[in-house]
Structures are given as C-alpha cells and as structure tokens.
C-alpha cells in the first residue's frame, strides 16, 4: 500500500505563479537634470535682487560687494552648465577676456562692471545652446511670468506690505547706487521712478504707482513686458500662448511702460518684414542710431529735455557727446552717468572695437534653421531700441533670460521639424 506524500517538487501553488516583474522607477537623465538646474539658474536672474531687497530690510545690511558676488556667482553657474566638449565658448572667452584685460589696463580707472557687460551674454547664450527642445525654454519663461505677475500684484495691491518686508529704496542705497534724499517723494520707499509724477500713462485710472515687482525698478519691468510679447508673438505653436500674451500685457500696464510698449509694436511690424532685410543692415542699424543721435545733438539748440519720447532722444543725443575719442574706444576716465543712453554706455564700457565685435558675432552667428531669424530679427530690434534710452538692457535681471532664449532658438530645429514628429501644442496643456 502506498503512502500519499505531499507533493514537494512544486512547492506551494503561490509559488509556482510567475514572479511580478520589479516596477519600473523613472530615473531622471542627465539632461532632465542638466535642463532643471538651467531653469532654476534663469529664474535665479530675474529674483535674485528682490530676495536680497528682502535680505537688507528684514535680516541684514546688503552692501555692493554681496551684489556683485550674487550676480559672479550666476554667471559661473551659467558657464558651468554651458560648458561642453566644443570649442567656440572658450575661444570666446579667451579673446574677450584678453581685449577687456587689455582696455582696462590703458584706463585710468578699472572698472570691473566692463567684465561683467560682456560675460552676461556670452555665458547666457552659450548656455541656452545647450537645451535641446524649444518646450523647456516656454515653461521657463511661462514660469517666470507666472513669478513676475503674482509679485506685481502683491506690490500694487498690499504696497504697505510689500514695502515692510522689501524697502526698495532702503536697497539701492545700501548697494550704493542711490543717496538718502535721491528720491523725489518723500516718504516713499520706491525706487525713484517708481512713482510717475504727472500720472500713468496706460490706465490712469491705477493711479500714480509703477510696479516694479521683482525687478525692483520700473524700466526693467517694461523691458520685461515687451520681451514676453515677442515671445508669445514668436513661439505660434506654444501651449497656453495666450496667457503669455495676457501677462506681458499685464507686467506693461502695471510698470506703465509707455516706452516698452512702442517697442511691441516695431518688433510686431518687423516680425512682417524681416525675411527681405539682409543681415548686413542689421549689423549696421546700432551705426545709424548711433550716427543719428550724434547729428542730432550737434545740429538742435534745445536747451532742456521734456520726458517724454523726443526728449529721451535729445537727452541720449547729449549723453553721447560727452564721449571724446578715448571713450569711443573704451579707454576713457570719464566717470559721469551715462545709463541713460545705451550707445554711449557700450562705447564706455566696452569700447568701438569690442561692442562691434560681440554685436557681429552674433549678427553672423549660424542657426539650424531659418525660423530662428523670425526671432532675431525683433530681438535686435528689441535691443536697439531700448538701448537709445536706457543700459538696463545689460542688466542680469532681465538679460540673463533674453540670451539663455536667444542661444535656445538657434540651435531649435525649427516649426517643421514639430510638425514632421506629429507634436500637438495642446497636449501638455
């Protein structure tokens, strides 16, 4: 008689049942990670100076040495993450390195701010060179709107509040850049301009305050504003365009960028025309600016300058004329305020052959696709005109993320190729 045994060769039934494949982690790549930090760092640009606004008025003092280590700091993140395995940005940067070292030897005065002009856009650009689809540069500036705007609100509608924790005016005289007494509204806490005077421009009914937001000064704002409408106009095929449309048009009102604003519509009109101007004129329209400025300074005997837009021509036109010969060429001891007229600024600081130099290089710089120049047509135009009244184009705050786009667009193969790999703007929406 045989004995019943357990069967054993199988084990438990549960046992014999095919074994769960492990779920799959979704690990980052390295380019995830790389396109995050990059991000972050853009951002980092627009903020930095309303985080250390916050720092002088609640913590402590914030001197100009604490600024400009603040901005060294972004602008080595910027190489850092910029640099790979080609040649171009380090030849780049050897020359300028050089020429600047060079200027600045023959000055009388060293000015380190001459670095820095120049390193801001060679850095941002070459860093933008590196993303490797366009949708990662929207979010970023979709982001940054998103930031601009809710602080902007914040300023306008709870300003006792905003001016507690962030005392603008208390800031720029702690970094040096203005004197107690500078503003013209007693008791304010704005950055001087941060009131307009005779009243606002767009929407008077808002009152006489300009937002500053996180820019802490109106003209940044606006220079801001008109950059997130070119673009909106620029990327036609971008998820959630028309709330970048709303608030380019909101940061505008709120700063009261009258000047912004004109800037809109030029670089509207260009985006029409672009395609029959050859690359040679716009190498030369800062020349023709410049050129006009100067005739017209000589040529009018006005006495004084109005604010307004002929006035801020008039205004630049008698700035430029303060350069001699060896201001021209960046080798001046010249040591007057010359932010108001960006051609003058650029000639002071960087001098004919090295402003013309960094402007052709990126005039003839190669793109990958035709498309590109769709955007660096306005861009320039962008550029060339607010510069007639302001150097805030060669501020960080808003030139860090201007060229980290610029740099993207060049290398972004085009709308066509979106279009080949069947990409619908609205699914990520």
């Known amino acids: 008689m045989s004995r019943w045994r357990p069967e ?48 002088n008025t609640r913590v402590m003092g914030v001197s100009q040495n604490i600024v400009m280590l603040a901005e060294l700091v972004l602008i080595a993140g910027a190489m850092i993450l910029a640099a790979d395995r080609r040649a171009g940005l380090y030849a ?42 366009i949708e990662s540069v929207d979010r970023v500036v979709l982001l940054s709107a998103g930031i601009v705007v809710a ?67 109106p003209v940044a704002m606006g220079n801001y504003g008109a950059f997130l409408v070119l673009w ?16 380019a048009c909101i940061v505008i009102v709120l700063g009261d960028a009258r000047f912004g604003m004109m800037v809109c519509f030029a670089m509207i009109a260009v985006m029409v025309v672009y395609r029959v101007v050859p690359r040679l004129i716009w ?71 090295g402003i013309a130099g960094l402007w052709a290089l990126y005039i003839f710089a190669p793109v990958r696709s035709p498309d590109a120049w769709r955007f660096r047509a306005p861009l320039v135009t962008y550029i060339c005109l607010l510069m007639v009244v302001s150097a805030s184009f060669y501020s960080i705050k808003t030139a860090g993320l201007l060229w980290f786009c610029a740099g993207a667009v060049d290398v972004w193969r085009g709308f066509a190729a979106g279009r080949q790999r069947g990409e619908d703007p609205s699914a990520s929406r």
């Open 8 to 55: 054993t060769t199988g084990g438990p039934a549960w046992s014999r049942l095919p074994a769960a494949r492990p779920t799959a982690v979704h690990r980052p790549d390295t380019y995830d990670l790389w396109i995050r930090a990059a991000g972050l760092l853009v951002i980092g640009t627009l903020v930095f100076n309303f985080l250390l606004a916050f720092l």
């Open 92 to 133: 780049l940067l050897a020359v300028y390195l050089a020429y600047v070292a060079l200027i600045l030897a023959v000055r009388p005065e060293l000015d380190l701010k001459a670095i820095r002009d120049g390193l801001i856009p060679i850095a941002f650009y070459f860093l933008g060179r590196r993303v490797r689809d």
């Open 151 to 217: 602080i902007g609100f914040f300023e306008y509608f709870l300003l006792d509040l905003f001016v507690a924790n962030v005392n603008v005016l208390k800031y720029y005289i702690s970094r040096g850049t203005l004197e107690v007494g500078d503003n013209l509204i007693e008791d304010s806490s704005l950055f001087i301009s941060g009131t307009r005077m005779q009243g606002r421009n767009l929407l008077p009914f808002l009152g006489t305050h300009r937002v500053s937001s996180v820019f802490l000064e």
């Open 232 to 247: 909106a106009a620029f990327r036609k095929d971008m998820a959630y365009r028309g709330l970048l449309f709303a608030a």
């Open 283 to 353: 190498l030369l329209v800062p020349a023709f600016i410049t050129l006009a400025m100067a005739v017209y300074g000589m040529s009018t005997d006005a006495l004084r300058w109005e604010d307004d837009l002929a006035g801020r021509w008039l205004h630049a036109s008698w700035l430029l004329l303060k350069l001699d010969t060896q201001g021209v060429f960046g080798i001046s001891s010249y040591g007057g305020f010359l932010e108001d007229n960006g051609y003058a600024y650029s000639l002071h600081q960087l001098g004919l052959i």
